[in-house]
T-cell receptor, first 111, second 115 residues
Framework: RKEVEQDPGPFNVPEGATVAFNCTYS??????FFWYRQDCRKEPKLLMS???SGNEDGRFTAQLNRASQYISLLIRDSKLSDSATYLC????????????FGAGTTVTVRA | GAVVSQHPSRVICKSGTSVKIECRSL??????MFWYRQFPKQSLMLMAT?????????EQGVEKDKFLINHASLTLSTLTVTSAHPEDSSFYIC???????????FGDGTRLSIL
């Protein structure tokens, strides 16, 4: 079983729509969770960290469910510029700096 | 502004050539840097952890003699792909982290193509 699994998509949505997707992780000892955004042929860029209580950053909302070992990302009022691959990233254990990456969920926002 | 600088961004060379990639931490001193590789449509895979002043820690399956890592200062780590072959063609990315549980910041990546 992969350490981090994501639905690859693609999620094709119109501008203004809401899109949400999940990511599951296998290591129950994972402590830190992040969503990164990766544009085609570019490096990943941090979108937001995910906190236990859930957190919001503008149009983006992240949730963490430790019991079911998944995190989610919701994008409201989608913009064309939101088109990208979203990577779910999880630390491998509580004392380790190593990150495990999902393969990414592709979102395409159309006009 | 950029936290990490990676150079070069693109390399195209013949099989058998050795290629050196540099990764610089711009905002803080980094005793640890990370090197990843990403093949098309796949997730980033950690290759090795670069430790300042000591040997790098390689992940299982990564040949340390092929991927030489040198972390000579607190702001610079280099990855040398020795005698590169077409199967080494990939996107190589370095990252730095400011502290435990902090997110990692990535360099721009180096797209390596071996002919």
């Amino acid at each position: 079983r992969k350490e981090v699994e994501q639905d690859p998509g693609p999620f094709n949505v119109p501008e203004g729509a809401t899109v949400a997707f999940n990511c599951t992780y296998s290591n129950s000892a994972s402590q830190s969770f992040f969503w990164y955004r990766q544009d085609c042929r570019k490096e990943p860029k941090l979108l937001m960290s995910v906190y236990s209580s859930g957190n919001e950053d503008g149009r983006f909302t992240a949730q963490l469910n430790r019991a079911s070992q998944y995190i989610s990302l919701l994008i409201r009022d989608s913009k064309l510029s939101d088109s990208a691959t979203y990577l779910c990233v999880v630390t491998q254990s509580s004392n380790d700096y190593k990150l495990s990456f999902g393969a990414g969920t592709t979102v395409t926002v159309r006009a | 502004g950029a936290v990490v600088s990676q150079h070069p961004s693109r390399v195209i060379c013949k099989s058998g050539t050795s290629v050196k990639i540099e990764c610089r931490s711009l905002d803080f001193q980094a005793t640890t840097m990370f090197w990843y590789r990403q093949f098309p449509k796949q997730s980033l895979m950690l290759m090795a952890t670069s430790n300042e002043g000591s040997k790098a820690t390689y992940e299982q399956g990564v040949e340390k003699d092929k991927f030489l890592i040198n972390h000579a200062s607190l702001t610079l780590s280099t990855l040398t792909v020795t005698s590169a072959h077409p199967e080494d063609s990939s996107f190589y990315i370095c990252s730095v982290r400011q502290g435990l549980s902090q997110p990692q910041h990535f360099g721009d990546g180096t797209r390596l193509s071996i002919l």
